[in-house]
């Protein structure tokens, strides 16, 4: 717990210190040492869930029933009689 503080405490004074730097203001430095963890967080949140769906994808069996095939609006199931695929 005590390395993830330190760490932590070290983002915050790189953010407020590069955040000062650039602006020279001690009041935007401040907002955006605050705002951007805040946005970091709400992008995780999403990205998690995109790379889930992701790793789900990719561990299904190639060929599983009810797999998509095929392109355009002609899409249909393989597990479908052959006749259904044909008539796409």
């Known amino acids: 717990m005590?390395?993830?503080l330190s760490f932590g405490a070290?983002?915050?004074g790189i953010a407020f210190g590069?955040?000062?730097a650039f602006t020279g203001s001690v009041a935007?430095?401040?907002v955006l040492?605050?705002?951007e963890p805040?946005?970091?967080m709400v992008a995780h949140h999403f990205f998690e869930g995109w790379w889930?769906?992701?790793e789900h994808v990719r561990a299904q069996p190639a060929g599983e029933e009810g797999e998509v095939v095929g392109a355009g609006a002609g899409l249909v199931a393989a597990s479908s009689p052959p006749s259904q695929i044909m008539a796409c």
């Open 10 to 12: 070290m983002h915050v």
């Open 52 to 54: 889930e769906r992701r």
């Open 2 to 4: 005590a390395k993830t």
């Open 33 to 35: 040492t605050v705002v």
């Open 38 to 40: 805040l946005c970091n």
């Open 28 to 30: 935007t430095a401040g």
């Open 18 to 20: 590069l955040g000062y």
